[in-house]
């Protein structure tokens, strides 16, 4: 038993890396279960994200690692608190690029932002291959 039963992350996942990698078995290590919302192609583009790899094979990726329990579409803004109640989650975990942001989830589950992991991003990435 842990800390949380159920933890849900949102993101997009895009040239998967060891940045998104610890940053889901840290909250994977914090909850019995880890639910993984990965945003579609759609929300990317009202993110201003293009992404190189497209949703279904995001998605194939998160799913098929073994700290997560279960991946759900991540379509808009404001589906957050309905995630966090319909899948009954405890905790809900970002990097803490986004700290502050999400803390209105407080009043359905505890809300945690996790340091980056440095010298890693998607952004370098696609720098990297566009040399
Ligand atoms: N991350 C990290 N270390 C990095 C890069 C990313 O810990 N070097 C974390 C981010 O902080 C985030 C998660 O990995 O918690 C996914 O990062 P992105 O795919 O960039 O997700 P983002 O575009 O921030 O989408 O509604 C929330 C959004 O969907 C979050």
Redesign the pocket.
């Known amino acids: 038993m842990k800390k949380y039963k159920r933890a849900i ?6 040239l998967f ?4 990698l ?3 078995k840290r909250v994977a290590a914090l909850a019995d279960e880890l639910y993984v ?1 990965v ?1 579609s192609d759609e ?2 583009s009202i ?1 201003g ?1 293009t992404c190189v790899i497209p949703f279904a094979e995001r998605a194939e990726i998160i799913e098929s690692l073994a700290c997560v329990t279960k991946v759900i579409r ?1 379509d808009n ?1 404001d589906q ?1 608190i309905n995630d966090v109640k319909e899948n009954h989650c405890d905790l809900f ?6 700290t502050g942001k ?1 803390d209105f989830l407080k009043d359905y589950c505890d809300v945690i932002y ?9 952004t370098d990435i696609k720098k990297i291959l566009k040399k």
């Open positions: 992350t949102y993101g997009t996942f895009d890396h060891v940045g998104h610890r940053l889901l919302a945003s929300f990317n993110k994200k991540e803004w957050k975990v970002m990097g803490d690029d986004w999400f996790l340091p980056r992991t440095p010298g890693v991003s998607t």
